[in-house]
């Protein structure tokens, strides 16, 4: 077992030289330049829209004017020794209805993004899919529907006949669980649709997406890059003599509906019968699950909290419904009897507990149920309410996570867990999806209004660890 303080506030941890400290991004989150150089609608250019639906009404029309500032912003991500850097590519900008004729400007934007990472020593991670599908295959049924997983197959394959010679890391999908559940069931999500049978149609279809991704990809690349997916994997504990049934639901429709056919080839038998009640499965077309089961060099994995659950006493009155996870329409297609309850401080400013062993739990149980396949953390961090004074940002509790944060990663490495790197969330404050731009998780803080950008406490810490490979004292 390996030791360390309780609190994980371990001093003089030193990362082994090939081990990746980067950063990570979204496209509609920092790009803006919405309406420009041929860039069409994505779904969160509709969603934002909705009444209620984003705080204060903000959208990513502007978000962080990344798009025009990317020089200025490369040149920050040198000043922080990022060894890579995580970014995603917007569908609608390169190919603006999803389908036909790519858009020039956008394929020359992502050009310029990849060459200015290399010409500054930083390797380019690229994620195919980070939530922003384009409106117009929404329109024609979005993820539920089956042609959508066809369409971001080639849309990869142009990708990768584009940008093959270049890119370090391939990630098709970041947290499908998001796209599907929260977009399709809770509606708190682009497009905001609230069906649980959509819920799983469009889980399928982002998985077979992924499996035809891969495929494509390794037909045309002609480097030697890394592929990979990044999930979003549910940390759970369980809580009372219900809790080992609340957790077996959860990691089924939560965690296993990914990771069953994308590493094992098959869907969990007992996914199947929870939701008997809502579809059939006969969605599942035979060679599905073999060309969704590709070999991975890679699993990305994305932590910020635990969920302690159990299950609903009938007797008891409502659902508990409180904690960090969304449960507004139905998000758990099957587990609707799961209860969500709170859990210890400290928090964020997104109400979610702060809970380094969970990473060590949740990391660690997948590299005991995967053995061989590589992991990396491809996001971690915290939103805090930031504050510019005298042209400087104290943001101590952000360098207090992320210092306890990295201490679990340390220790997972000890333990003897193929680790292969660690990107912080984020690089910039951004447009936080349904949050709008109220919650800050930039280890750089941006002033919306000049789009003025500030190295925070914790980007001057976490450029020291760059630079060392030893968090700093």
Partial sequence: MVKGSPDFRDSGLEFPPEFVFGSATAAYQIEGAARE??????????????????????????????????????????????ESYRFSISWSRVIPDGTGAPNKAGLDFYDRVIDGLLARGITPTLTLYHWDLPQALEDRGGWPVRETALAFAEYARLMGER?????????TLNEPWCASHLGYGAGVHAPGRQDPAAVLRAAHHL???????????????????????????HALRPSGPTGAEAVRKIDAVGNRIWT???????????????????????????????????????LGVNYY?????????????????????IVDGDAWP???????????????????????AGLVELVGSVAAAYPGLP????????????????????DVERVDYLRRHLTAVHRLLESGVDLRGYFVWS????????????????????????????????????????RTHRIPD
């Fill in 334 to 356: 099957g587990a609707g009897d799961v209860e969500f309850l709170p859990q210890p401080g400290p928090y964020t400013s997104m109400g979610w507990n702060i809970e380094p």
């Fill in 375 to 394: 992991l990396m953390i491809t996001e971690n961090g915290a939103a805090f309410d930031d504050v510019v004074a005298d042209g400087r940002v104290h």
């Fill in 37 to 82: 150089d041929g860039r069409g609608p994505s779904i969160w250019d509709t969603f934002s829209r909705v009444p209620g639906k984003v705080a204060n009404g903000d959208t990513g029309d502007d978000a962080c004017d990344h798009y025009h500032r990317l020089d200025a912003d490369l040149d920050l991500m040198a000043s922080l020794n990022l």
């Fill in 207 to 233: 998985n077979l997406a992924h499996g035809l991704a891969v495929s494509a990809l390794r037909e045309v690349v002609r480097n030697d890059p890394d592929f990979s997916v990044t999930l979003n994997l």
């Fill in 163 to 171: 940008y093959g010679d270049r890119v370090a890391t391939w990630t």
């Fill in 427 to 466: 690089l910039l404050d951004n447009f936080e999806w349904a949050y709008g731009y109220d919650k800050r998780f930039g280890v750089v803080h941006v002033d919306y209004e000049t789009f003025a950008r500030t190295k925070k406490d914790s980007a001057l810490w976490y450029a020291e660890l760059a």
């Fill in 305 to 325: 909290s635990t969920k302690l659950v159990r299950l609903r006493d009938p007797a008891s009155g409502e659902r508990v419904t409180s904690g960090n996870a």
């Fill in 260 to 298: 069953g056919p994308m590493l094992s080839g098959a869907y969990p038998e007992d996914l199947i019968a929870d939701t008997a009640g809502i579809t059939d499965w006969s969605f599942v077309q035979p060679g599905d699950l073999a060309a969704i089961h590709q070999p991975l060099d890679v």
